[in-house]
C-alpha cells in the first residue's frame, strides 16, 4: 500500500549526536516532522521512522503488534548508536512509551529521553472488554487530530483496529514493569487537556522512573498532539535546550546553524 502524503520516514544525515523520533499510536512520522527538521537545523542527526501497519490504512494496521513497533525504534537505535558519539531518544503519546522501553533496555547507550504527552495506559471499562471485543468489532473511532490549534491536522487513521489496540494494551502493561530501569535524563512534556492521554499517565511515569535528572513541563495552550499545536515552538526549544545541556557540543552547532 501507498504511504499516506506527508507520512513518509524522515532521516538526516547531521553531526555526532543523533535524535531518533516515535511517532504514536494510529499516526505517522507527519506529527513530528516540524520536531525532527527542527532538530536537524540544528546540527544533529535525526532518525524518525514509520512504524509497521501505520501510515497506509487502518487495515494495515491490524496485522500488527507492539513487538513489530518496538523492533522497528530498536533498530533504528542500533543504526543511530553505532553512527554517533551520543544519542538520545524521544516520543509522542505511545511514541513515549516506545522511546521508555528503549531507555530502559539500552541504557548508557542513551544519553537521554524527551517524552510529550506520553501512553502509559488504555483507560476506561472498554480496556477489559478488548481481548473478547477484538474477535467481535474489527475497529473503533479514531484518536487522530486531537489539536488546539485551527488548521492543524495529523496524518492518522480514522479507526482504531482492536487487535492492535489489544497489543498496545499489552505492551503498556510490559513498559510500566521496566519503567524503574529509567535512570537517563527526562524531559517531560504534558499538556494540561488531552482528550486522548490522561495527566495520570505522566504523573505514573514520573513516579516510577529511576531517573534524577528530571524536568517536567505543562503545556497550557495544547491538546495531545502538541507537537503540532500552540505549543510546538515551546516544545522544541526546550528539547533542544535539554540535549544540548547533555551534549555540550550540540549548543555550540545549534547557535550556528540556528543563525
Not at 116 to 132: C, D, E, M, Q, T
Not at 194 to 207: C, G, K, N, T, Y
Request: hydrophobic content about 40%; overall charge negative.
Amino acid at each position: 500500500m501507498p504511504v499516506l502524503p506527508g507520512a513518509e520516514p524522515y532521516r538526516h544525515e547531521g553531526g555526532e549526536v543523533g535524535v531518533l523520533l516515535c511517532h504514536g499510536f494510529t499516526g505517522s512520522p507527519q506529527s513530528l516532522r516540524p520536531w525532527a527538521e527542527y532538530l536537524a537545523g540544528h546540527g544533529l542527526t535525526v532518525s524518525l521512522p514509520l512504524l509497521p501497519g501505520h501510515g497506509t490504512r487502518w487495515e494495515d494496521m491490524q496485522l500488527t503488534g507492539w513487538q513489530d513497533w518496538y523492533a522497528e525504534v530498536d533498530r533504528e537505535l542500533r543504526a543511530l548508536t553505532a553512527q554517533c558519539a551520543q544519542v538520545f531518544v524521544c516520543g509522542l503519546s505511545m511514541g513515549g512509551a516506545l522511546a521508555l522501553r528503549l531507555a530502559a533496555r539500552h541504557g548508557d547507550a542513551i544519553s537521554g529521553v524527551v517524552v510529550v504527552n506520553p501512553a502509559n495506559k488504555v483507560h476506561g471499562l472498554s480496556a477489559y472488554a478488548l481481548p473478547v471485543a477484538r474477535h467481535l468489532v474489527r475497529t473503533t473511532r479514531g484518536i487522530a487530530s486531537d489539536i488546539a490549534k485551527p488548521g492543524s491536522v495529523e496524518t492518522g487513521y480514522d479507526r482504531v483496529p482492536l487487535h492492535a489496540a489489544h497489543s498496545l494494551r499489552n505492551f503498556f502493561r510490559r513498559v510500566d514493569g521496566e519503567l524503574p530501569q529509567v535512570t537517563q535524563p527526562l524531559l517531560l512534556l504534558h499538556s494540561a487537556q488531552d482528550h486522548v492521554v490522561p495527566p495520570a499517565d505522566s504523573a505514573r511515569i514520573l513516579s516510577r522512573v529511576s531517573s534524577t535528572d528530571v524536568k517536567e513541563i505543562l503545556l497550557e495552550q495544547s491538546y495531545h498532539v502538541a507537537t503540532l499545536d500552540h505549543d510546538a515552538d515551546r516544545i522544541f526549544d526546550e528539547s533542544i535546550a535539554f540535549i544540548g545541556r547533555l551534549a555540550p557540543r550540540v549548543g555550540k552547532e545549534g547557535t550556528t546553524a540556528g543563525g
